[in-house]
């Protein structure tokens, strides 16, 4: 059930803005218009959604049930045995949720959707442009499975401040939204749930300067001067020498609309989806 909700939400908006903040964070010279015309370029509406099979639906099948399984019972232990509250025990369990996806399964998965995103596609004289899995083996077989883990740490940062900023400030919107409308005990209606995660969501993108680091270690955009193999402090200093620092801040527009999204479905319709199961 979890599998399915993440896989629509990916299927739907996630992907395409998915695509296009990839591309930004990659070619930080690029304006959004230009990214949705080279994204086009590269193949019509379903350039838009490169790396969707079998990666982002890879990702989407199993971050979505290890996220709520884990932050669930980080939360449930936090208000039982510490008696924190529900803003604290919403990071708490982003905290924990973030950590084990990104070490589990996002690693391969956001490598090889940024591989798609950003490496050539053109025949050079007449050759066939290599598939997803031969590009994949390809990498197993040079650099073994870091290969396909590349800023694995850079993802892991991500999640971490992520998914703690977003369920931690939805579940204090939820607060403060129950004390504005007099709701204390009662449950909150579907749209309170909606704005709470959309809030949520969205102020969780502070953290995108750890995106663009991401994105650059994973990148195969073809540029000289590129290390073999980058660590996350040679990629910072690579960026601000090149991009400066509001380069570490590109492709956030498209990430926020990401990030809201997800946070509706996985938060916001997670919580729907967990009170349906223990009513039943």
Not at 118 to 147: C, D, H, L, W, Y
Not at 173 to 185: C, N
Not at 193 to 207: D, E, P, R, V
């Amino acid at each position: 059930m979890i599998g399915l909700l993440t896989a629509v939400i990916v299927t739907t908006l996630g992907q395409p803005m998915e695509v296009l903040k990839t591309h930004l964070a990659a070619n930080r010279q690029d304006t959004l218009r230009a990214a949705v015309q080279k994204t086009w370029l590269r193949g019509g509406a379903l350039a838009f959604y490169q790396g969707l099979i079998p990666w982002a639906w890879l990702e989407a099948s199993t971050k979505g049930a290890i996220l709520i399984i884990t932050s669930t019972e980080i939360e449930y232990h936090a208000k039982m045995k510490l008696g924190a509250s529900p803003t604290v025990c919403g990071a708490l369990g982003g905290i924990g949720g973030g950590v084990a996806q990104a070490y589990l399964t996002m690693g391969m998965t956001t490598c090889m959707k940024t591989v798609e995103v950003t490496r050539t596609k053109m025949s050079v004289n007449g050759a066939k442009v290599p598939g997803t899995f031969e590009i994949f083996f390809k990498i197993i077989r040079e650099q073994g499975i870091r290969g396909v883990n590349k800023g694995v740490n850079a993802v892991a940062l991500r999640q971490i401040t992520g998914w703690s900023s977003r369920i931690g400030i939805a579940r204090f919107a939820e607060e403060r939204i129950r004390w504005m409308s007099g709701k204390e005990e009662e449950r909150l209606g579907f749209g309170e749930k909606i704005l709470a995660s959309t809030i949520g969501g969205a102020l969780s993108c502070w953290n995108q300067p750890f995106e663009v680091l991401r994105v650059e270690m994973q990148s195969m955009k073809e540029e000289p001067g590129r290390a073999a193999r980058p660590t996350m402090i040679s990629t910072l200093k690579k960026i601000i020498r090149t991009s400066g620092v509001k380069g570490l801040f590109r492709g956030v527009v498209p990430r926020i609309g990401v990030a809201g999204w997800a946070t509706i479905c996985m938060v916001g319709l997670g919580d729907m989806v967990k009170e349906f199961a223990n009513r039943y």
